[in-house]
């Protein structure tokens, strides 16, 4: 028994990763793509993304974390890696070491990252985080003058990028991230001020390279765009791309559940007439959330059915009416089937979330299958 013959997994379409890359990279044009890889690429899987876009000509990406670096690193990626988050200074050797590129979010940080390179002879590479209306890492938009000076009086690191965060640019209203956009820009006119060559810019998540093309800059950095799911409700004019994720169970059991009997714990759902219920092996533990229970739709053999009961933590029950299902057939819980799609943004409103926690929340115990 190998963990693929699980009944239950996610396939990974790296073909529609490769497609949704090009057509990000057409929208963008001169801007760089810095793809966002971050959570095991939001549940696709580190190396497997990450190397299809190194394969596929990304110049460079980008993780949260110096572990998901570090692991890219062994996978045996050698294209430059953004740490987009904090990093504590225990962490900051791991960087130089492993030549992954430090984000700067404060005077103090950047003044550690280089004396930690000077100590070492090396060079770090340095991106610049300032914050125009965020309020969470990075240097006030107001006060990003005195990163710029600090970092020109460091001599062991090189500034390759300033870059700043949307906090708002999947709102139909764009007025707060136009203003964000203007707060960053105008930080940025330190360099032509002092006669100096402004750095690699970028601000855009999938959100505003949909929305906010004069936002786009020197490099974009897509994450949920680039698995398939749009970030807003207009997106599909502008940009076409295709979930690259789906995910799939079996029917393990079968019954006939009498009127009147309740389903599932706590017996949130009683049938009002005989009905026929079947079994499949995903639950909460693998990331089909609790709250899908009594919401949430499954397609079995091209017919939409509910999910009956509460999720249980590996179970979950389907009320298939007057239908057959038979066991050993398949489950869409994500993906097509026939002419019927259930979509990830489908889960993330049947279960009150973002698309972005539907995704990361797959747990590991779900194999994924990745196709070429
Ligand atoms: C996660 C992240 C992104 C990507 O966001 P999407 O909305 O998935 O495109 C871009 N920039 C930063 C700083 C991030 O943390």
Known sequence: MTESSRPTWCD?????LERNYRAIEHVVGESKMMPVIKADAYGHGLIQIGSRLQDIGAPRLAV????????????GITIPIQVLGGAVTRQIPSFLEHDLTFTAP???KLLQIDQAAKDTKTTAKVHLKIDTGMERIGVHHYNADTLFEASLKCTSLQVEGVFSHFASADDPDLSSARQQLERFLQALEFYPRHSLPTPTRHIANSAAIVSLPEAHLDLVRPGLLLYGIEPTEET???????????WRSEVIYFK?????????????????????IVTIPVGYADGYRRGLSNRAQ????????????RVCMDQTMIDIGATSAYNGDQVVLVGSDGNDTITIGDLAQWSDTVPYEVLTSITMRVPRRWHP
């Not at 599909?236 to 789906?246: A, D, G, R, W, Y």
């Not at 499954?298 to 009961?309: A, D, E, L, Y």
């Open 256 to 276: 006939v559940v009498r009127e009147g009997s309740p389903v599932g714990y706590g017996g949130t759902w009683t049938p009002d007439r005989s009905t026929r």
């Open 64 to 75: 949260a974390y110096v572990e998901e670096g570090l692991a890219l690193r062994a996978g």
């Open 298 to 309: 499954v397609i079995i053999n091209g017919n939409r059915h509910n999910v009956v009961g």
């Open 236 to 246: 599909s004019q502008t940009i076409s791309v295709e979930p690259v994720l789906s």
């Open 106 to 108: 404060s005077v103090d």
């Open 12 to 16: 990974i379409d790296l073909a529609a």
